[in-house]
């Protein structure tokens, strides 16, 4: 018998009673035990694909690392590349001279690159804690 999965319970005992069970028979139905098989997750259950049987606590300590590293990370990236924006406003405003504003920009473009290029192995670590199957 197939029933509608938005069907109520009442309303499925009911169709019980009217198929001829009595209430001692839908008891008996109703107390046996449910089947043992584990209910498989989805496969696009996020929380399900990247679980690695770590505890919470350990969980949530490694994502407030990793938030930490990407703020810093993105904090640093951000302020070379206002100072080479500065530097760029004041040469257009006759402030200072270009091989000046030039040394400031390449010197940001390369301070910003090491900074990505020093936290990479970290982020790398940080990737495999939460998607790596331990």
Known sequence: M???PTMSLTAKIDLLRK???SDDEIDQLLALPASSEPVKASPFNMAEMVNNGS???EWNKQVDETEKLYINTEAFSVLFIGM???SVILLVRGFIEFNITMSIVIMCIV???LVQVFSAPKYREKIK???KKR
Do not use: M
Request: glycine letters at 6%; hydrophobic letters at 60%.
């Open 19 to 21: 198929k001829g069970l």
């Open 2 to 4: 197939s029933t509608p």
């Open 55 to 57: 505890s919470i606590e």
């Open 84 to 86: 080479a924006i500065i």
């Open 129 to 131: 804690f939460f998607v």
């Open 111 to 113: 301070l910003v690159f």
